[in-house]
Structure formats: structure tokens, C-alpha cells
């Protein structure tokens, strides 16, 4: 929401922050508080069937929000619809570049609901909208991240088809760095991979293809 091999597995952050990439490119956010928050299903490896802490989330995402407001970027807010848990995610709403918005396809049925909901929320706030009847899958902020206004990190694998950068590539005078993601377990490219600032990035290249790697070494040389 955006030298690449460097990471730091052991540092600890006490309060949440955001990182100077996102900062630095965010005015405002869309947020989506846990109201109706559960696990009914499993889409990735990571769902089980645990309880979810209802009040514990709703702490978190208020001190998230709060993260957020004290860097200067508005938060603004959508009411969670009852029968979409996932849609608390909502950076896999779409690709937001300045006044555009390319629309996510879920891959998977229990999410399909959420994009009715976006499009009328990106529509209400005069968005332009590509990718409304594309047939691609995307998912989004989850695998597609800036990391500044120039470069994006085009993730593909589980969730996202890589021939949809085709379009995403008319968004504007953009630098697309492919990223192939081969570990089911790191679903969407937000998950193994995040922006610090301009030049700095953390990630875990196991996620990764090996043509990737080489890849992201190379765009980070370029930096």
C-alpha cells in the first residue's frame, strides 16, 4: 500500500509504523474495520479453523488506523458487509495509481462478493475504473506494490495471472519488475516482499522463482 536483498529476520518494531515508501506515496488509505471478521473457510495455508479474538482484532485495527493518521495520510473507511470476512483486506481491492484504479477478479469464490462493493466505492469517489470485465485473475495491492511512484513489483502465481501487467502496464509511465511466486505458502507478493523506502526492500527470495531472483537483483542494481 509499496540493495533489495537486505533483511533484518530479528528486528522487533513495538508500535506500529509504517514504512517510509508507503509514506512517502500514500495521501490517503481505505480501511475496513473487523466487524465481521471470522475463519469460515480456508483459501491459503495459513486459515484454520481457530477462533478469531473479535475484540483483539478491532485493538489492532484501531491502532493501525492510528499508525496511519499520525504519518499525515487520511484514512478513510468502508462498513464491512456480513457474509465477506476477507474484505478487512482490502489493499486486495485493486491497484490504486493516482486518479485509476485497476480492479481486482478473485481467484477464489469465497471472495468474488467483495468486488461489487469496491466498484461501487471506487465509482462513488470518482475513480477511473479499468479492468471492470477483464478475465484475468489480480488481486490487487496484494500483489502488485510500489515501492515509489516510478516502480512496481508485479507479483503472479497463486492469485494473480501474470498476462494481466499487460493492461496494468497503461496505467502510466511505470517500470513493471515481473515477480514469480512458486511457495503456495506465500500466496500474494505482499507477504514475502516490502518496500522500506526508494532503494531498500525486505523479502524472503525462497518465495520466489530462481529467474525471479535474478530478476529482482538486477531492477535493485538499477536503483
Known amino acids: 500500500m509499496s540493495a533489495i536483498d537486505q533483511i533484518n529476520s530479528n528486528e522487533t518494531i513495538s508500535q506500529p509504523k509504517m514504512s517510509r ?4 506515496l500514500l495521501k490517503r488509505v481505505l480501511m475496513v474495520p473487523p466487524n465481521h471478521f471470522t475463519v469460515e473457510y480456508s483459501i491459503n495455508p495459513w486459515m484454520t479453523n ?13 491502532e493501525l488506523k492510528k499508525a496511519i493518521e499520525n504519518e499525515g495520510v487520511e484514512v478513510l473507511t468502508m462498513e464491512q458487509q456480513p457474509n465477506l470476512p476477507d474484505q478487512v483486506f482490502v489493499c486486495n481491492s485493486g491497484l490504486v495509481f493516482k486518479d485509476k484504479v485497476y480492479l481486482s477478479r478473485f481467484r477464489h469464490k469465497e471472495r468474488t462478493g467483495e468486488q ?3 466498484l ?6 470518482r475513480y477511473q475504473t479499468i479492468g471492470e470485465h477483464y ?3 489480480f488481486e490487487g495491492g496484494g500483489d502488485a506494490v510500489f515501492s515509489d511512484d516510478k516502480t512496481l513489483w508485479a507479483g503472479f502465481g497463486p492469485r494473480t495471472d501474470k498476462s494481466v501487467y499487460d ?4 496505467l502510466g509511465d511505470v517500470e513493471i519488475v515481473i515477480c514469480e511466486l512458486t511457495d503456495p ?3 500474494h507478493l505482499d507477504t514475502c516482499f516490502a518496500p522500506v523506502d526508494e532503494t531498500t526492500a525486505l523479502w ?13 537483483r538486477l531492477a535493485s542494481s538499477r536503483k
Open 185 to 187: 505458502k506465500f500466496y
Open 21 to 24: 515508501a508507503s509514506a512517502h
Open 135 to 137: 478475465e484475468k485473475f
Open 120 to 125: 461501487k466505492w471506487f465509482k462513488a469517489n
Open 167 to 170: 493492461l496494468i502496464k497503461k
Open 204 to 216: 524472503y527470495p525462497p518465495a520466489f522463482s530462481e529467474a525471479t531472483k535474478m530478476e529482482v
Open 50 to 62: 481457530e477462533k478469531v479474538d473479535k475484540e483483539k482484532a478491532m485493538q489492532q485495527w484501531t
Open 116 to 118: 461489487e462493493h469496491y
